[in-house]
């Protein structure tokens, strides 16, 4: 029965048909998606990847002292190198280059690696991956600068669902090519090489933005929603000296500089304890846990010894802690606790559990319990991730949470190289592999120490000697908004934050693009 009569009319009224300007937008937004997504996915459909250090070893027949302290470390030390020039030329290129210099540098450290023969040339190899790790700001960021800022949500999801499916469709594809097609590893590396060429290809294809978040920004224009922290600085004009009195020229350019500013405006927000305790962790144990996923394939090989390559199951302990991190990642969005009173204890015991982890890797002769320590431990960090995320960007705008991340994320590799060059490297103390993985073993237990000790006797001591403790759901936010805000993350729980912008994105695989709280800037104008 067809409905009639007014019912029907009003009905009708409040479902208009789209216009042909709507229709032809949602269709470029649907084929956008697709595009993302599929270049996404490909872009980690990296088979061998897996299999690399046993290629090393066992085709290449490189020693194993030679992988672990004249080739691996390496990849730290150029990846600190290359970390701030690709950032920015990722911003100041608008995306589409560095991507394209991302399927380049895959392409060639492939072919290094099957056509390279000295440990100079496997060196060169870990050049070029740390230059795919560092142009990996350039996806996550490009994809944000295509879409109006009410699909960034959306987008985020998409996105981040595309490359974990890539990361564990490549592992379990690697695995299943070793173990059930007995290919060998040369062969699975051709393979490897095969897709990398692809997606270089579908790179050429992109799109490439018209604006960036920091060098190629749009001017706001007067029907514009609110300006942004960067829109409010340039509006705020240079600062004056309190004196009157000129200052050179090249000195308050450099002082009114919006980067400046924002660190500035940055050191400021640091003084909120919970901004800054996450901050911490992001630096410390980010170090440790790259540290440990960097080198961990070596130890399963020295556990592992000289099996044939069928029996060696990598790609099968990647794919696992790959769908691991991604479940917890998604679980600790559900998580409703007090943040602000919770987080110390809560950190501790995750860091705790993870030195426990590394302990029973360094004491266990069995392949599998190597893997499965391995699993864990990658998702209990991966647990953490999304907290830290969360409650580090609720109370930044999305350019100061860029910053943020970015300042954390270059932070912890410096942190990441200066252990590698005390430990590993052939100039220093040159462990092997089991005798690093004690240090690690160490590091953790002295940051769970410490954060142990914080949450007992720091609160402890600060709440005896305040006498009251103000709210914790206020604890970070910042004055100019207590007033008006509602109650937040450390109450309602991460599901209650929405997603509005991106910031830096980890290291890590799936490197999610990361919300923002609060679009409006907090941050005053200068006169």
Known sequence: MVPSGPAATEKAEKQPALDPTEAWELKSWRVLVVSLCLYGFMAQIR????????YLLRDKN????EVTNKILPVLSYSYLAVLVPVFLLTDYLRYKPVLV????????????????????????????????????????????????????QRMAGYSRCAVLLGVFTSSVLGQLLVSVGSLSFTTLNYITLGFLTFSLLLTLFLKRPKRSLFFNRSTPSDHAALPSELDRMALGGPSK??????????????????LVRMCRELGTRLQQPQLRLWSLWWIFNSAGYYLVTFYVHVLWNRVQGTQSSSM???????????LLGAITSFAAGFVKIRWALWSKLVIATVTAIQAGLIFLMIRTNNIW????????????????????????ASSLSKELCALAFGINTFLATSLKTLITVIVSDTRVLSLPVHSQFQVYFGYFVVLS??????????DLWHHLCQGRHQPVAQELTS?????????????????????????????????APWPTAHKQSLLPKET
């Open 47 to 54: 088979p061998g990847e897996s299999f690399v250090t046993p």
């Open 62 to 65: 490189f020693t194993l002292q």
């Open 101 to 152: 210099l991302q399927g380049v540098s895959y392409v060639s450290l492939w072919l290094l690696l099957l056509l390279g023969h000295t440990v100079l040339h496997m060196q060169f190899m870990e050049f070029f991956y740390s230059i795919t790790m560092a142009a990996r700001i350039a996806y996550s960021s490009y994809i944000f600068s295509l879409v109006r800022p009410e699909r960034y």
């Open 241 to 258: 000296p309190a004196s009157g009195k000129p200052r050179p020229a090249l000195l308050a350019a450099w002082r009114d500089s919006v």
């Open 312 to 322: 060696v199951y990598n790609g099968a302990a990647d794919a696992a802690s790959t």
């Open 369 to 392: 319990v190597c893997y499965t320590t391995f699993v864990l431990f990658r998702g209990a960090y991966q647990f953490l991730v999304p907290i830290a995320t969360f409650l580090i």
């Open 449 to 458: 120490v410490l954060y142990f000790a914080g949450a007992l006797l720091v």
């Open 479 to 511: 004055p100019a908004q207590k007033a008006t805000q509602v109650p937040g993350v450390q109450d309602k729980g991460l599901g209650s934050l929405s997603l509005t912008a991106p910031p830096l994105p980890p290291e890590d695989s799936a490197q």
